[in-house]
């Protein structure tokens, strides 16, 4: 198959590539673009460790292919801090302790932020089923839900 | 151990030192290495679960697009029979070898048969499918009961059980007969008022670790290889590797990756030695990684088991005996986890007769491997069922039936040493008063207790601190940091030298930067490389007192430690200013050179470890659906280093738990093959399925660890299974043996019980 030149915009940055056209996302962030932020737990769309958003819509990179990104604006876990300051929801993980091995948590934090960002002011229900994408089998979600919660706070307190 | 001691560094909830990598996505896992040139490895697995190979064709296959090597189980060596030690896990290296590429027959459906590298993974993929094997199906064995059967097909021809008295006359999937006893167990049920009996079943369950197995592996032409990957033990990597290879273990260097979670399934090997031969005959660093597939058809699962207890007690609750029939499926080869199984299965009671008798059963399904406490939640599923119904038949509460049995310091333990101090006591205790245990419950919901059990591990560990020029402290361990333990090690060191948390990195160094250190596994490693942490830390504040006493002119053994500083003793008549650490560092060029601590020790007395679970779960009775809405544990964690993080184990291990008690389980289909290899059908618990997890630490100083330390991280997955049957039970009013609990089975106890 000839590769596909693809131009897009990743985290802010204009950004081009050449793909497979049965390449997905999560190989093309991960492959091409050496973002390896993004993981892979299952390639089925069932675990969120991919997590991303395109155009602000959460969205597991296993299940989109690098071509579909044309044109649009990709958000992957190393988009989430500025600079050398972590953002609200990274430093509530930390705090919290809501991660053991870590490799679900970049999934996590961009599914965070999507939630967070629509919904300013979730029930501990409404953390639960956002995230029910997100597998995570270290923590039991106990602190990872605490952590989000927090972070909301937090993240409210700032934009009043 | 001095129990009045005043912590400065450990008990605190600091960040972690890997923690800011791990939330921005720095962190690099297996996967995520990459080396100029590298290629990608693939492996054809068996579609059989028990066939023979008639014969392998890689001819079409080699001449593919982008295929620069093809390897079979013809180009690996011969390898003898060993025993494996170090591990977590039982096994043999001949067995191991086999499993990781199959000769003469396949064992399991993913049971490797051939391995490509080309170019890209969709190459190899390609080349994959254009390699012709020709089986000859054989009957699969699938369960205990058709494998222990008579006329039992078997599995392996040259296995003959052992521990028995003599050597059998004929082959047989039991690999092992283990047993176990004290007393006159039929004498104790003579005397008892009341006897119980019942069989359980668990399913075969995999650890479920988000980041499949991945390893990068480079061999140059001189027979060096290294090898960047995901696991829980290097060392053992470096040993696994170089048997199946024929290797020596010097030419191999393993280079710990971050780990995305094992639970013990990542104390073996699978791809690595695989890579590195692929390596070795393209001239290529090559990249292999399981998809989520092969993880659940290759890697080690938890063994399903069939566990028979009878049970002996007077009417006020004493046990007069108790015994247990427990065979454990180990898959296609040798060495389930039956042993600790049968250790563990009464260990948390006083009883004078008992006899324990376990059987380690091959059937086709993937090797098992260790999963969290290996084998203790099984049979202690099974017991605390069996406990749960003594209690509703003499009318006693759980908890105090349990109180009346338990065991205490100076008891003897069911499998031999006598118990140092332990805090099962106060965790009965601390659940009996815990407000949520009397929380009241609704209708169709119900509450149940179990206890848990678990050694815990020592083993050899190798720490080296370095002491750098302006006093900041270095730690360079061995073992991989599977959920906290560089925070735990640095907090230790901090505690032991007396300077500040912040002034302490860890490094996990590869298997030749690092002295030799056992597997991250069997909660050992805030005990055992801990201690090794700690006993580094005092060699260098032995080195500092000898370097301010040479600064200051005065012996040694004049000199104190405190608060990080070295200070002449008190009556000492020496008009000196403390030296801190910095200060003897930055001088140490003058005073005999850099300051390098080290410790190597094989850690004994690992404080066991035991908990106390209670959940409160609602039956649907229209569907069969359980739900959890309140979960408590309650554990002795001997001294907790880091609240969050042995919080986290105990809230972590509990999810593991009901995830194995209501959901999780292999199912195959008639000729072996697993029909949910994969997240969506193989469901462990998600964030909507679970409540809060409340959590109680007990802490009962460990006498053998400086700290009171004692393993925290697999006690917790063992009580819950039984504690969700036992609080089932309670909201449906049906007692159901198997688990797990999923709906259908629920459903169909509840309709048989209605008609």
Redesign the interface.
Same mark, same amino acid.
């Given at each position: 198959m000839a590769k596909v030149h693809v131009s897009t915009s990743v985290n802010g940055q204009h950004t081009e590539f050449l793909c497979?056209p049965n390449e997905s996302l999560l190989d093309v962030l991960?492959e091409n673009l050496q973002?390896?932020?993004?993981?892979?737990?299952?390639?089925?769309g069932?675990?969120g460790?991919c997590s991303v958003t395109i155009d602000g819509t959460l969205v597991c990179s296993c299940l989109v292919l690098g071509v579909e990104i044309a044109g649009k604006e990709v958000g992957?876990?190393?988009g989430?801090?500025k600079g050398d300051v972590?953002h609200p929801i990274?430093q509530k993980?930390?705090?919290? &302790?809501a991660?053991? +091995?870590?490799?679900?948590?970049?999934g996590l $934090?961009v599914a965070t932020k999507s939630l967070l960002d629509s919904n300013p002011k979730p029930t501990?229900?409404e953390?639960?089923?956002y995230? &029910?994408?997100?597998? +995570?089998?270290?923590?039991?979600?106990?602190? $990872?839900?605490r952590a989000v919660q927090d972070a909301a706070q937090t993240m409210r307190g700032k934009r009043a | 151990m001095s129990e009045a001691r005043q912590f400065n560094a450990i008990g605190r909830r600091v960040i972690r030192p890997d923690g800011v990598d791990k939330v921005t996505g720095r962190a690099a896992f297996g996967a995520d290495y990459t080396l100029p040139g590298t290629i990608y490895g693939k492996v054809l697995r068996s579609p059989h679960a028990h066939a023979r190979i008639v014969s392998i064709d890689t001819k079409k296959a080699s001449r593919m697009p982008g295929v620069l090597a093809i390897v079979t189980g013809a180009d690996f060596p011969k390898v003898g029979s060993e025993e494996i030690t170090g591990g977590e896990g039982a096994g043999d290296y001949k067995d191991l070898a086999t499993n990781v590429m199959a000769r003469d027959r396949v064992l399991y459906h993913g049971h490797a048969v051939a391995a490509v590298a080309a170019t890209s993974v969709a190459e190899a993929d390609a080349a994959l499918a254009a390699i012709k094997v020709r089986y000859e199906k054989l009957r699969p064995v699938m369960d205990i009961d058709t494998a222990m059967a008579d006329d039992a097909v078997v599995i392996d021809e040259q296995l003959f059980t052992s521990g028995l008295p003599e050597k059998p006359s004929k082959p047989s999937n039991v690999a092992t007969v283990m047993e176990l006893k004290r007393g006159d167990v039929e004498a104790g049920f003579a005397a008892a008022d009341i006897v119980l009996e019942g069989t359980y079943r668990t399913p075969t369950v995999h650890q479920g670790y988000i980041e499949p197995h991945a390893c990068l592996a480079t061999i140059n032409q001189g027979g060096q290889a290294t090898v960047w990957a995901s696991t829980q033990g290097h060392f053992d990597v470096r040993s696994g590797a170089a048997k199946v290879l024929g290797m020596k273990v010097s030419d191999i260097k393993v280079i710990p990756t971050e780990i995305g979670g094992g639970f013990g399934g990542k104390t073996t090997i699978y791809v690595e030695p695989v890579a590195i031969l692929l390596s070795r005959r393209s001239g290529r660093p090559v990249k292999m990684t399981m998809t989520r597939e092969e993880v659940f058809r290759a890697s080690g699962p938890a063994s399903a088991t069939k566990c028979v207890i009878k049970i002996g007690a007077k009417n006020d609750g004493t046990l007069t005996a108790m015994s247990a029939w427990l065979a454990y499926e180990a898959g296609a080869f040798k060495g389930s986890s039956m042993a600790p199984g049968a250790m563990c299965v009464f260990a948390p009671y006083k009883v004078d007769n008992f006899l324990i008798r376990g059987f380690d059963v091959l059937v086709n399904k993937p090797k098992v491997a260790a999963y969290r406490a290996p084998g203790a939640p099984q049979s202690m599923y099974a017991c605390e069922s069996l406990l749960d119904e003594l209690a509703g038949k003499l009318g006693m509460d759980p908890i105090d039936l349990r109180l009346k049995n338990a065991v205490e310091e100076g008891c003897q333990a069911a499998y031999g040493p006598k118990f140092n101090a332990i805090g099962f006591r106060e965790c009965l205790e601390a659940a009996k008063r815990h407000p949520n245990y009397s929380v009241p419950l609704g209708p169709d919901e119900g509450r149940g207790v179990a206890a848990g059990f678990w050694f815990n591990a020592g083993m050899q560990s190798s720490a080296e601190i370095h002491i750098n020029e302006d006093g900041t402290v270095t730690v360079i361990e061995g073992n991989p940091d599977i959920g906290g333990s560089r925070a735990s090690m640095a907090m230790m060191a901090a505690e032991e030298l007396g300077v500040p948390y912040e002034r302490v990195r860890v490094q996990i160094a590869d298997t030749e930067s690092a002295g030799y250190t056992n597997t991250t596994g069997g909660s050992r490693v805030t005990f055992a490389t801990g201690m090794a942490v700690i006993q580094a830390a005092r060699d260098i504040i032995g080195q500092c007192k000898q370097r301010a006493a040479s600064t200051w002119g005065i012996d040694g053994d004049m000199v104190d430690w405190a608060d990080g500083k070295a200070i002449p003793k008190p009556g000492v008549n020496a008009d000196v200013k403390p030296l801190t650490l910095a200060n003897i560092a930055s001088n140490a060029a003058r005073t005999g050179g850099p300051l390098l601590g080290r410790a190597s020790l094989n850690a004994r007395g690992a404080g066991p470890g035991f908990s106390v679970n209670f959940a409160d779960v609602r039956v649907d009775r229209e569907t069969g659906k359980l739900d959890v809405l309140r979960f408590t544990a309650i554990q002795d964690v001997g001294k907790a280093i880091h609240p969050s993080y042995v919080e986290g184990q105990l809230q972590g291990g509990a999810a593991q738990g009901i995830g194995w008690a209501l959901n999780e389980e292999y199912v195959y289909n008639k000729d072996g093959v697993m029909e949910n290899a994969g997240f969506l059908d193989y469901r462990i618990p998600v964030a909507s399925d679970l409540p809060m997890i409340d959590t109680q630490m007990i802490e009962v100083p460990n006498p053998s660890h400086p700290y009171g330390v004692r393993g925290v991280g697999e006690t917790p997955i063992v009580a819950p299974l039984a504690a969700i049957a036992n609080a089932s039970c309670a909201a449906t009013g049906v007692r159901i043996r198997d688990l797990p609990l999923s709906p259908p089975r629920v459903l169909a106890a509840l309709e048989h019980a209605a008609s």
């Open positions: 497979e991960r973002l390896t932020g993004t993981k892979e737990g299952c390639a089925t069932d675990c460790a992957t876990i190393e989430i801090a972590l990274q993980f930390l705090e919290h &302790a991660l053991q +091995c870590g490799v679900c948590t970049p $934090i501990e229900e953390i639960r089923y995230l &029910a994408g997100n597998l +995570c089998r270290c923590t039991g979600y106990d602190k $990872i839900v | -």
